[in-house]
């Protein structure tokens, strides 16, 4: 698609329950980062790929946190045993393969941990 | 590691008047930059970005940015401020040498009044 779709568009989940986000990139392009936005400003990257390969995880809460792109099929978010700290808005981000071609974003997942 | 500074979390403007939204930034590496626009509940809008070619960079809807190389700065412009306007905005560092993520800045919020 033209577009990165991010679904679902709210996630709500009681604390210590499973959560799973999941986005499919623009059609043609081969990287795809996760950022994690909290307090409506505030941007933490998580994790990027290059197709279905981990590319950075410098970001990744790894106790808790997995992500996955594998071919054919939208990339995942998942986070175990969810946590009140956890509630924020997850964006999804794709790119081409050439390092100076921007990353566009999906309009994101809010995520509610009650 | 790469930053970014944006003075001013909250700008107000007349409509018709200049929008100025300041962006400094750090790296360690001639930096690839880029002005995003969030309206509420969206995603990241691409507005314009800056890959070492010409330091004044045009972007949509009006915008456009001036690299400053010694003074590290990536100011956003706009000649007359439109209702439209209105959003938070974004400056954003590409860390080249750890697989493109971006660093924000805090973001600015723009109210434009009539």
């Known amino acids: 698609g033209e577009e990165v779709a991010q679904t679902p568009k709210h996630l709500v989940r009681g604390e210590g329950q499973k959560a799973k986000l999941y986005c499919a990139p623009i059609k043609g392009h081969s990287y795809v980062f996760w950022y994690q936005q909290v307090l409506k400003n505030e941007f933490k990257f998580l994790i990027s790929?290059?197709?279905?390969?981990?590319?950075?995880e410098t970001g990744m809460p790894k106790e808790r946190f997995s992500a996955k792109c594998l071919p054919n099929s939208p990339c995942s978010l998942e986070i175990q045993a969810t946590k009140l700290e956890d509630s924020a808005v997850y964006f999804c981000a794709s790119s081409q393969s050439t390092e100076y071609q921007p990353q566009h974003f999906g309009d994101g997942t809010r995520l509610s941990i009650l | 590691a790469q930053s970014v500074t944006q003075l001013g979390s909250h700008v107000s403007v007349s409509e018709g008047a200049l929008v100025l939204l300041r962006c400094n930034y750090s790296?360690?590496?001639?930096?690839?930059l880029f002005w995003y626009v969030q309206y509420p509940n969206q995603g990241l809008q691409l507005l314009l970005k800056?890959?070492?070619?010409?330091?004044l960079v045009k972007g949509i809807n009006g915008f456009e940015a001036e690299f400053k190389k010694s003074e590290t700065s990536f100011h956003l412009t706009k000649p007359s401020a439109h209702m439209s306007d209105a959003a938070e905005y974004f400056c954003a560092v590409s860390d080249r040498a750890a697989g493109n993520k971006l660093t924000f800045g805090g973001g600015t919020r723009v109210l434009v009044k009539p």
């Open positions: 790296s360690s590496v001639p930096p690839y």
């Open positions: 800056y890959t070492s070619a010409a330091t």
């Open positions: 790929f290059q197709n279905e390969n981990v590319f950075d």
